[in-house]
């Protein structure tokens, strides 16, 4: 492919005696991949569902390739059983050793919710992960790839970093900061931009990444972790930003990755006397993928944490509070929970977690009571469908699936009443069934066509 000129002189200095393995690398085909989503399925279940051959990936848990058009379109998709990712893009979350766990999470800029949704099942049970994003219509998505993946325990913000710093003061035992940047391991993917790539932009990237980095570093717990990402090459934006960082912020240190994820990868160039092999690049020469650098930073010292707000959530009034516990009672198993109101909704609120004033979304959005019914949204379903009384299991294959899915009502055995839909098993979303006949209450924004 073409490359921009400058960019090609940058990358032969960087790579040496390597670039004609990039060079060649950079003419075949990108490859695409999916990921098993634990919230609602495991690898190896849903690798029996697809109707297309998958290929796993040796430094992801969950992570496959795989080569089929429309994925898209599959309702194990709408159910939220897997997403789908570019295989360097897991890298990063994969990459943080499978022995350590996590109670709060922060992905500081978290569209469209990769990251956010895999490091989801990294979590303790009563951990939480607060999902931001600064663009508002980005974040719109956010909330619905979260709402669609089933995650039961996330906050999602729309705030520039510097906002999220102020709330936060040293709270989460893992920051994601997966920063934009100039998109240089991505131009196979998105030849257009590397038709927009500049020795300016990469600049201008690496100066707004280190303000992302000091913002992350104050959310950042004591004996946290501090996860740095780009899909660049660059070594302003990468090994030199994270040089700069450490003299910063000597109260962080480098940590290793997993030894699956070193296979995967190339150590980091040595920079400004630093050693720098802990972080690590992964290029289409060395793995199925595109480009991305990371490094894993843990905060050494610090002070104790504290959240600089007070919780918007509160109890629900009376009325709202009777419909949505009757609704729960009747039409989940154990539906017993903790109700908080939120906004003009009743919630499952995160466990032990002051929600910011706000917040785009927190919790399960249980439903919203008119008078003393309660209608129940969306997520409900998605999350707690498995929970509720009356379940109905469509296959993939099955003609009444495509009917949900377009919008459509079917005839079902279900008892009368709110009625969760799974497709193969994974909760999809919810219908009324009435005499024998399910009422479709699928969102019209994700219905097929």
Same mark, same amino acid.
């Given at each position: 492919?073409?490359?921009?000129?400058?960019?090609?002189?940058?990358?032969?200095?960087?790579?040496?005696? #390597?670039?004609?393995?990039?060079a060649e690398a950079m003419e075949r085909p990108a490859v695409r991949a999916l990921r098993a989503n634990p919230f609602k399925t495991d690898r190896e279940r849903l690798a029996a569902l697809l109707p297309f051959e998958t290929?796993?990936?040796?430094?992801?848990?969950?992570?496959?390739?795989?080569?089929?058009?429309?994925?898209?379109?599959?309702?194990?998709?709408?159910?939220?059983?897997?997403?789908?990712?570019?295989?360097?893009?897991?890298?990063?979350?994969?990459?943080?050793?499978? !022995? =350590?766990?996590?109670?709060?999470?922060? !992905?500081?800029?978290?569209?469209?919710g990769g990251k956010t949704s895999q490091a989801a099942a990294r979590l303790s049970d009563s951990g939480v992960i607060v999902s931001n994003e600064i663009v508002p219509s980005r974040m719109k998505i956010l909330a619905s790839?979260?709402?669609?993946?089933?995650? %039961?325990?996330?906050?999602? $913000?729309?705030?520039?970093?510097?906002? &999220?710093?102020?709330?936060?003061?040293?709270?989460?035992?893992?920051? &994601?900061?997966?920063?934009?940047?100039?998109?240089?391991?991505?131009?196979?993917?998105?030849?257009?931009?590397?038709?927009?790539?500049?020795?300016?932009? =990469?600049?201008?990237?690496?100066?707004?990444?280190?303000? &992302?980095?000091?913002?992350?570093?104050?959310?950042?717990?004591?004996?946290?972790?501090?996860?740095?990402?780009?899909?660049?090459?660059?070594?302003?934006?990468?090994?030199?930003? =994270?040089?700069?960082?450490?003299? #910063?912020?000597?109260?962080?240190?480098?940590?290793?990755?997993?030894?699956?994820?070193?296979?995967?990868?190339?150590?980091?160039?040595?920079?400004?006397?630093?050693?720098?092999?802990?972080?690590?690049?992964?290029?289409?020469?060395?793995?199925?993928?595109?480009?991305?650098?990371?490094?894993?930073?843990?905060?050494?010292?610090?002070?104790?944490?504290? /959240?600089?707000?007070?919780?918007?959530?509160?109890?629900?009034?009376?009325?709202?509070?009777?419909?949505?516990?009757?609704?729960?009672?009747?039409?989940?198993?154990?539906?017993?929970?903790?109700?908080?109101?939120?906004?003009?909704?009743?919630?499952? %609120?995160?466990?032990?977690?002051?929600?910011?004033?706000?917040?785009?979304?927190?919790?399960?959005?249980?439903?919203?009571?008119?008078?003393?019914?309660?209608?129940?949204?969306?997520?409900?379903?998605?999350?707690?469908?498995?929970?509720?009384?009356?379940? $109905?299991?469509?296959?993939?294959?099955?003609?009444?699936?495509?009917?949900?899915?377009?919008?459509?009502? /079917?005839?079902?055995?279900?008892?009368?009443?709110? $009625?969760?839909?799974?497709? !193969?098993?994974? %909760?999809?979303?919810?219908?009324?069934?009435?005499?024998?006949?399910?009422?479709?209450?699928?969102?019209?924004?994700? #219905?097929?066509?």
């Amino acid at each position: 492919m073409n490359l921009p000129q400058k960019f090609e002189m940058r990358m032969k200095a960087l790579l040496g005696e #390597r670039y004609p393995l990039y060079a060649e690398a950079m003419e075949r085909p990108a490859v695409r991949a999916l990921r098993a989503n634990p919230f609602k399925t495991d690898r190896e279940r849903l690798a029996a569902l697809l109707p297309f051959e998958t290929e796993r990936l040796d430094f992801s848990p969950d992570g496959f390739l795989f080569s089929y058009d429309g994925v898209g379109n599959l309702p194990l998709h709408h159910a939220g059983a897997f997403y789908v990712q570019e295989p360097s893009a897991m890298f990063p979350v994969a990459a943080v050793p499978q !022995d =350590v766990s996590f109670s709060l999470i922060l !992905d500081l800029c978290a569209a469209p919710g990769g990251k956010t949704s895999q490091a989801a099942a990294r979590l303790s049970d009563s951990g939480v992960i607060v999902s931001n994003e600064i663009v508002p219509s980005r974040m719109k998505i956010l909330a619905s790839n979260i709402e669609r993946m089933g995650i %039961p325990n996330a906050v999602v $913000t729309c705030a520039d970093t510097g906002r &999220i710093a102020s709330l936060f003061d040293s709270v989460f035992d893992l920051v &994601i900061a997966d920063v934009p940047c100039s998109g240089e391991g991505m131009f196979r993917k998105n030849p257009d931009a590397a038709a927009q790539w500049s020795e300016e932009n =990469v600049a201008l990237c690496a100066e707004r990444g280190a303000a &992302i980095l000091d913002d992350a570093a104050s959310c950042t717990a004591e004996g946290g972790y501090l996860l740095f990402s780009t899909c660049t090459f660059s070594l302003e934006e990468n090994e030199k930003q =994270v040089s700069a960082f450490l003299d #910063r912020h000597p109260e962080f240190e480098l940590c290793p990755f997993s030894k699956e994820a070193v296979s995967a990868t190339l150590p980091g160039v040595d920079v400004d006397g630093r050693d720098m092999s802990l972080t690590r690049r992964f290029y289409p020469f060395v793995s199925e993928g595109e480009g991305q650098f990371a490094a894993l930073l843990r905060k050494c010292c610090g002070h104790t944490g504290s /959240f600089c707000y007070t919780d918007c959530l509160t109890a629900p009034p009376a009325n709202v509070k009777s419909a949505a516990e009757s609704f729960l009672c009747e039409n989940l198993n154990g539906g017993r929970y903790e109700l908080r109101a939120y906004k003009d909704s009743v919630v499952i %609120p995160p466990p032990a977690f002051p929600v910011p004033k706000g917040a785009f979304a927190c919790g399960v959005t249980v439903g919203a009571v008119a008078g003393k019914v309660l209608k129940p949204h969306h997520q409900l379903f998605s999350c707690k469908g498995r929970e509720f009384v009356r379940q $109905t299991e469509l296959a993939s294959s099955d003609p009444s699936m495509a009917k949900y899915l377009s919008g459509e009502g /079917f005839y079902t055995d279900s008892p009368d009443g709110w $009625t969760a839909v799974l497709a !193969d098993g994974c %909760p999809l979303g919810g219908g009324k069934a009435v005499s024998g006949y399910l009422k479709n209450h699928y969102p019209k924004g994700l #219905r097929s066509l």
